[in-house]
Nanobody, 119 residues
Framework: QVQLVESGGGVVQAGGSLRLSCAAS????????MGWFRQAPGQERLFVGR????????YYVDSVKGRFTISKDNAKNTMYLQANSLKPEDTAVYYC????????????WGQGTQVTVSS
């Protein structure tokens, strides 16, 4: 099992930046890739992007492409989300998740961190 803890959320004005972190512990050797999701009030949880844990390839949804960057530090078992040019519609609870081999979806989740973008 992998345990995940997010940090770095907060309140920022539109156009500002935040850097979220996701620290993994436990069976980190089993991680295939890690992803970021977000959930706005009253809405479903949506995929934001992911990073391959070994190769480092990334993928982003169109709404954040060019503004958000996912990176990782394997030595620290930590994934990051650099969010720039933030918009009020980016306001949500951000969750990180990890996927193990032979699993179709993400099977480990963090508790979430709130990001609020004021206009």
């Amino acid at each position: 099992q992998v345990q995940l803890v997010e940090s770095g959320g907060g309140v920022v004005q539109a156009g500002g930046s935040l850097r979220l972190s996701c620290a993994a512990s436990g069976r980190t050797s089993s991680i295939v890739d890690m992803g970021w999701f977000r959930q706005a009030p009253g809405q479903e949880r949506l995929f934001v992007g992911r990073i391959s844990w070994r190769g480092g390839s990334t993928y982003y949804v169109d709404s954040v492409k060019g503004r958000f960057t996912i990176s990782k530090d394997n030595a620290k078992n930590t994934m990051y989300l650099q969010a720039n040019s933030l918009k009020p519609e980016d306001t949500a609870v951000y969750y990180c998740a990890a996927r193990s081999p032979l699993v179709a979806g993400y099977d480990s989740w963090g508790q979430g961190t709130q990001v609020t973008v004021s206009s």
